[in-house]
């Protein structure tokens, strides 16, 4: 017997008119303390699927399931004291400061006439802590730089005390030191707090490093899922990605490195 | 561990200072009503002192002094103080559902609505004048639900709500102007109506107003935490239980209410709902359990002030309140853009 999976989606389907299959047929099962990577190239569809699988979308067909109950029949409020995600963008909040942003995070445990103190005022202390935040909570967030902003909106996101926790190309904006830091942190969360992470990431190293198991999508479904050892052979890269590739290993990690687009052959389609 | 106790201490005093200054900026915007309110009653074409106005509060006598200030000041005060705050309000909530700081009560209809319905009444239907704040009330009403009918596409988007907002305000304007140009020996008795007037505003003005403002802000409390969460934007709102689509129609139907009741009131008083929560917003920040109340007092205290100035400073003319807002307002606003206040 094997535990309920902390997320399962079931024959996802998006996208109507021309653009009729944005995701076709996306099946996935996320284990409860894992760490997921979700890569592909531009338009495979990954950053759809995550809105799905968070609810900020509804699908056109299939379902998602959290704890084994189906998504769509749930409260909002519930699914966000399970779940959240960090986005990849944010709203430009002006005159708040990183400590009234973490607060909200709270929302989805107060009943509406709540206010957010007591035992509701620890966990944000212990959000600000365990995301670096503590030292900038009293500034205002138009003042942070965009790696500590992207830190103030995961404090927000730990505040809810997800259990899992969904994030859409998070470093995509931020330099290479604090993409670093950012994964760093999100590992901690996962090791130490037991969160379970769903990731989109671009970074095909990065998913490597970090991820536990790699999804590949393209046009709109899965074609290559696995460990990253498992998945990454130069025939991967090709298929996914259409590029040519070695695969070098550091300390049991495998690395990749692009050596040129992939010849037009039956197995690579132009991606 | 000596740096992170001075590191603690200073984040418990940037925490501190913060909180006393929202409740600086609070007491500061009360006594600004209050002063506003006094110097209401005390000018105009005679000038009362404060201590006789004050006896002529409390006792009732056949002075002067007292149908002066009971009858005639006091009134229009009040009837200020209340449109000020609903426009405040309405204008606070707006412009963080829109998430845009120049959005204002004018932008989803509720102006153009309730001035062409009350242009219509006042040119082409004189005889039925009793009804031109109903009528106002629902122009304003209708205008905002057609924006908000234009504007759905599975949800109503900041943006498309605003574009729509445009385009509904340029064709009712455009039928304003149409009607005025073609009744233009009676636009005379429009044009204050349009600018917005407290002018012989009286206790039944004031009485029509209050259950308005007392049920619309009795109805924002329970608004205020839908309005914190979409700020943030509507995928973190979402993302954090909220209902996006319901609480933005609720406050926007809300807001309209709001504003509505003013204007059908006051006429069309624009710059309030605009200015006054900017400023408020620089100085307390987005929380909306701080910066909805302070906006409230300022929007009141701001227009009995403008209205003050207006009947005093151009005696014996009564100028519009609505054009002195407005030729003080915009300059204004124009420097605290300029100058980005610094916390």
Redesign the interface.
């Known amino acids: 017997m094997t535990a309920i999976p902390a997320l399962t989606a079931s024959d996802l389907k998006y996208g109507y008119g021309r653009e009729a299959s944005i995701v076709n047929g996306f099946n996935l099962e996320v284990a409860a303390g894992e760490w997921l990577g979700i890569v592909g190239p531009n338009g495979s569809g990954k950053s759809t699927v995550l809105r799905m699988l ?3 979308a509804a699908p056109h067909g299939g379902a998602v399931e959290m704890d084994g109950r189906d998504m769509a029949g749930l ?7 399970q779940m ?2 960090l ?1 990849q963008t ?2 430009p ?5 990183v ?3 973490v607060r ?2 709270r ?2 445990h107060l009943k ?1 006439y709540e206010e957010c103190r007591g035992k509701h005022e620890d966990v944000v202390d212990w959000a600000l802590r365990v995301t670096s935040m ?2 900038l ?2 500034r ?1 967030l138009q003042e942070l730089s965009g790696g500590e902003r992207q830190r103030a ?1 995961l404090a ?2 730990m505040a ?1 005390t997800p259990k899992l926790l969904l994030l859409d190309e998070p470093t995509t904006y931020l330099d290479i030191a604090h993409q670093l830091e950012l994964m760093e942190l999100i590992r901690g969360l996962n090791r130490d707090q037991g969160i379970t992470v769903v990731m989109v990431l671009h970074d095909l190293n990065q998913a490597a490093r970090y991820c536990d198991r790699i999804v590949a999508m393209k046009q709109g479904a899965i074609v290559r899922e696995g460990s990253p050892s498992e998945l990454f052979r130069a025939d991967f890269f090709r298929d996914v990605f259409g590029i040519e590739a070695k695969v070098y290993y550091d300390d049991g990690v495998p690395v990749y490195l692009p050596c040129g687009i992939a010849k037009r052959g039956s197995a690579a389609e132009s991606a | 561990m000596a740096t992170l106790v001075t590191g603690k201490g200073r984040a418990q005093q940037a925490a501190l200072s913060r909180h006393a200054r929202r409740v600086a900026v609070l007491i500061g915007m009360v006594a600004l009503l209050l002063a506003a309110m006094l110097v209401g009653l005390m000018s105009g074409a005679i000038s009362i002192p404060a201590r006789e106005v004050w006896t002529s509060l409390l006792h009732a006598s056949d002075s002067e002094a007292r149908q002066i200030v009971w009858n005639l000041r006091l009134p229009r005060v009040l009837t200020g103080l209340l449109a000020g705050i609903c426009l405040a309000v309405a204008g606070a909530f707006l412009q963080g559902v829109f998430r845009n700081p120049l959005a204002d009560p004018g932008i989803i209809g509720v102006s153009s609505g309730g001035g062409l319905a009350a242009v219509v009444i006042m040119i082409l239907f004189p005889e039925h004048i009793a009804y031109l704040p109903i009528s106002a009330f629902l122009g304003a009403l209708a205008a905002a639900a057609v924006v908000y009918a234009l504007a759905w596409k599975d949800g109503a988007s900041p943006l498309r709500l605003i574009l729509a907002g445009v385009a509904v305000n340029s064709l009712l304007g455009a039928g304003m102007t149409a009607l005025m140009i073609l009744n233009s020996e009676k636009v005379q008795s429009v044009l204050p109506w349009m600018s917005g007037s407290l002018n012989g505003r009286s206790w039944p003005h004031f009485d029509t107003l209050l259950p308005y403002t007392v049920v619309g802000l009795l109805a924002s409390a329970f608004l205020i935490k839908t309005a914190n969460l979409l700020v943030l934007g509507d995928d973190a709102a979402k993302l954090l239980g909220g209902r996006v689509e319901a609480g933005r129609l609720l406050i926007i139907l809300l807001s309209t209410f709001l504003a509505g009741a003013a204007i059908s009131i006051v006429g069309m008083v624009g710059f309030v709902g605009l200015v006054v929560p900017h400023i408020v917003r620089l100085l307390v920040g987005n929380d909306y359990r701080i910066f909805l109340p302070v906006s409230a007092i300022g929007g009141g205290a701001l227009v009995i002030a403008a209205d003050t100035a207006a009947r005093s400073w151009f005696d014996p003319i009564e100028f519009p309140v609505g054009i002195l807002l407005a030729l003080l307002g915009a300059p204004f606003f124009l420097y605290l853009l300029r100058r980005g206040i610094k916390r």
């Open positions: 968070s609810r900020l409260d909002g409020k519930a699914i966000a004291r959240t995600m986005t944010q709203e909040v002006t005159d708040i400061t400590r009234e942003l909200r995070g929302n989805p509406w503590d030292p909570q009293h205002l909106w927000m996101c809810q």
